[in-house]
Nanobody, 123 residues
Framework: QVQLVESGGGLVQAGGSLRLSCAAS????????MGWFRQAPGKEREFVAA????????GYANSVKGRFTISRDNAKNTVYLQMNSLKHEDTAVYYC????????????????WGQGTQVTVSS
């Protein structure tokens, strides 16, 4: 069982930055591909970014490419999402997720989920 705890959400003005963190309880954290997803009110949960277990492969949704950066520190069992140039449409609850195995951008392939952290971008 893997427990994920997100932090770093909050209220920010458009154009600002936030860094989300996700701490994982897994003893073999380095074996997991980690992903960030988000869900805005009235919308389905969607893929934001993912990073392969070794950190060498990353992927992003087109809507955040060039603005968001995913990274991981396997020594700290933590994955990060640096969000720059935030837009009002980035407002959502952001979820951290984990899966054993290789990189995936599919929400259905992730086995463990955090409780989410709210990000609100004021326009």
């Amino acid at each position: 069982q893997v427990q994920l705890v997100e932090s770093g959400g909050g209220l920010v003005q458009a154009g600002g930055s936030l860094r989300l963190s996700c701490a994982a309880s897994a003893r073999t954290f380095s074996s997991y591909t980690m992903g960030w997803f988000r869900q805005a009110p009235g919308k389905e949960r969607e893929f934001v970014a993912a990073i392969r277990w070794g950190g060498g492969t990353t992927g992003y949704a087109n809507s955040v490419k060039g603005r968001f950066t995913i990274s991981r520190d396997n020594a700290k069992n933590t994955v990060y999402l640096q969000m720059n140039s935030l837009k009002h449409e980035d407002t959502a609850v952001y979820y951290c997720a984990a899966r054993i195995g290789t990189y995936s951008g599919s929400i259905y392939s992730y086995d463990y989920w955090g409780q989410g952290t709210q990000v609100t971008v004021s326009s």
